[in-house]
């Protein structure tokens, strides 16, 4: 798992797809996928939905973003982000802008715990 400081998504479906379609396979790097599990304060739900409402609209405009997702689990104040970028190179730039570093200045503050990071490959 990578460390929650260093890692932080949303998944979207956008313009890189269509984009990287028109590529032959051999051309394209390997895509950057994350999934990021969120555990909230109860007290805090409110505040870190709409910090994540902001975040979404603002990363989907980001270079290289092909997909960046926020789901909130149903009757649980947990919060899944699933973030496909066209190389990891794209999401460790998208980290280190102004509003997403601000957003994970935050996360001690409203998390019950540290975020569960998971890298991921496709499927066989």
């Known amino acids: ?14 313009r890189a797809i269509i984009e990287n379609e028109a590529q032959p396979e051999s051309l394209m790097p390997d895509p ?21 409402k902001e975040n979404v609209s603002e990363t989907r405009k980001d270079e290289g973003v092909i997909t960046f997702n926020f789901h909130k689990v149903i009757g649980e104040p947990i919060w899944i982000l699933y973030e ?12 280190q802008k102004p509003d997403v570093v ?9 998390l019950a715990r540290p975020p569960q990071i998971h890298q991921l490959e496709p499927s066989p």
Request: no cysteine; hydrophobic share 45%.
């Open 102 to 110: 601000a957003f994970f200045a935050q996360w001690e503050r409203l």
């Open 32 to 52: 950057f996928a994350l999934s990021v599990t969120f555990h909230v304060k109860p007290e805090h739900a409110e505040e870190f939905g709409a910090r994540v």
């Open 84 to 95: 496909i970028w066209e190389s990891e190179h794209h999401s460790d730039v998208h980290r």
């Open 1 to 14: 798992m990578r460390d929650f400081r260093q890692a932080a998504t949303i998944d979207v479906p956008t």
